[in-house]
């Protein structure tokens, strides 16, 4: 313990959100206590799409092969017409990879083994969750909270710098800081369930009753999985019986067949779909992310994706500060998500209108790609540009190669805790090296070869252009040489001001 205090982070959830922020935390070694209500870890698969954004998220966090080999890809969906036939066609609309896009289509992960996977992560990095540990109450002062826990042991007061609410909808940090959560319920109550069943192959999602809210029914085989998971509408209210008699007889109900039936239940909730934002994301010393700052239906499979995002987003910036960086990069965590979390509320709530309707199909606007701080305060372009990649846009992916000949990807260079800086047929010694900053070339006499292309596509760079990528891979800034005062400027202001020059003579 330092100056009074117990840790740096105490993450109250350990759910997506929190897994995500613990391993970043982790990975920079800023000190942290995640606690979790619950005594055991999360059973069901409420969220089991992973989409091409967050996979690069995973890829960089050191997880995504595990996610792949945990899971699998989505199958057809088969519908079911009333007359007894049926047709087959693809949930999401396919688009190929590219050398700027890697990934391009969801995972399959049920919620229960993403977090699996996560937890093995931060084992690795000599951590773990706290089961049985729930937040009752906290203050908090200029410098730092004082948070009382009760443990399986009893009660534990500590003083931590910061505290985070990764603790879901109905979160008690939220209601805590009395922020307001608008938004509106939705008019919609569903089942989800993962079953064991037979009368059903696992080749297909198997839909019932499209279209038809009284009716309407699927059977989607859990990838990684002997389990299915059904979902389907159920009236605003009255009980809805989960046993496995239950749900068999509700199958047969809505799909006119008797040969399909539930022999277990492994996990099963019922839920009414709501829409709802947090007014603020930070109260001094508390800060909210995952579904304690938003709720979305799940209609499109963003909740937990915007929740990996937030946290993957705080991490660095929250490690920035305490590391003596400047307070305002955790400003920027609010102004550069909520309006992200905003936009995922309009756009699954209009695809949860389309599925009422009994389309199904999904496109490029599920796969979070697009995303990004072009208005950010930690975008900077100098000159502006008015065309090709923006400051706050995602960085692309670029396969190159090193001076020395061997293949390379662009996000290998990217991939850990640091900052990126890469000039373009420019000199590399105009900026000096400083501790949190990786310093590349490409082009003559540069450490990286762009021999295909790949990187003058994605990147528009002309000779002498300064891209700064941050630490969760976003473009921070586009320099020009003949600006460069500006990029020092900047790289002061993220907390990176001093070079190992400055340095040895402090």
């Known amino acids: 313990m330092t100056n009074g205090f117990a840790t740096d982070v105490l993450i109250c959830g350990a759910g997506a959100a929190g897994l995500t922020l613990a391993i970043d935390l982790a990975r920079r070694n800023i000190s942290f206590r995640l606690v979790e209500t619950l005594d055991d870890p999360f059973g069901g698969s409420r969220g089991k799409g992973i989409q091409p954004r967050t996979q690069e998220v995973f890829e960089d966090l050191g997880i995504l092969d595990r996610m792949v080999s945990v899971g699998g890809f989505y199958p057809r ?210 800060l909210l992310a995952g579904d304690a700052a938003h709720i979305h239906p799940p209609t499109g499979g963003q909740g937990l994706n915007t929740s990996v995002q937030d946290a993957y987003n705080l991490g660095w910036k929250l490690a920035a500060v305490l590391t003596g960086g400047p307070a305002r990069l955790l400003d920027s965590y609010e102004e550069e998500r909520r309006p992200v979390a905003q936009a995922m509320l309009g756009l699954s709530t209009r695809l949860l209108d389309a599925m009422k309707r009994g389309d199904m199909r999904r496109g490029r606007d599920v796969h979070q790609l697009d995303i990004g701080y072009p208005e950010s305060s930690l975008a900077l372009e100098n000159p502006g540009r008015t065309g090709g990649l923006l400051a706050g846009e995602r960085a692309p992916d670029a396969p190159i190669r090193g001076a020395a000949g061997q293949a390379l990807r662009l996000f290998d260079l990217l991939r850990g805790p640091h900052w990126t800086l890469i000039v373009f047929e420019g000199d590399r010694g105009l900026v000096s090296p400083r501790a949190g900053l990786h310093i590349h070339a490409i082009g003559r006499n540069g450490d990286l070869i762009d021999d295909a292309g790949h990187f003058q596509t994605a990147y528009a760079p002309s000779a002498g252009d300064w891209f700064l990528i941050r630490p969760d891979g976003y473009v921070g800034a586009i320099v020009a040489t003949e600006e460069l005062r500006s990029l020092t400027a900047y790289l002061a202001g993220v907390g990176l001001g001093l070079d190992m020059k400055d340095a040895a003579h402090a």
């Not at 009752?136 to 931590?160: C, N, P, S």
């Not at 989800?192 to 499209?210: I, M, N, P, Q, Y």
């Not at 009980?239 to 492994?266: K, W």
């Open 77 to 286: 969906q088969r519908e079911y017409r009333d007359d007894g036939s049926h047709c087959d066609t693809d949930v999401l609309a396919s688009e190929p990879a590219t050398p700027a896009e890697p990934y391009h289509l969801p995972l399959m992960v049920p919620q229960f083994l993403t977090e699996r996977v996560m937890r093995e992560r931060l084992a690795e990095l000599g951590a773990a969750p706290e089961f049985g540990t729930e937040l009752v109450g906290f203050e908090q002062d200029a410098d730092g909270v004082m948070a009382r826990l009760a443990t399986k042991a009893g009660a534990e007061t500590i003083r931590v710098r910061w505290l985070v609410g990764t603790d879901g909808g109905r979160s008690v940090v939220r209601h805590a800081l009395g922020i307001d959560f608008p938004g509106k319920t939705l008019g919609v109550r569903a089942i989800v369930a993962d079953v064991t069943l037979s009368g059903l192959s696992r080749d297909v999602w198997h839909r019932f009753g499209e279209g038809d809210m009284q009716r309407q029914i699927s059977a989607c085989p859990l990838a990684g999985t002997q389990l299915f998971q059904l979902q389907g509408p159920i009236p605003l209210h009255g009980d809805v019986d989960l046993s496995h008699a239950g749900l068999t007889a509700l199958l047969a109900e809505r799909t006119g067949r008797d040969d399909i039936a539930v022999q277990a239940v492994s996990w099963a909730s019922a839920f009414t779909m709501n829409a709802r934002l947090a007014d603020h994301y930070r109260v001094g010393r508390v």
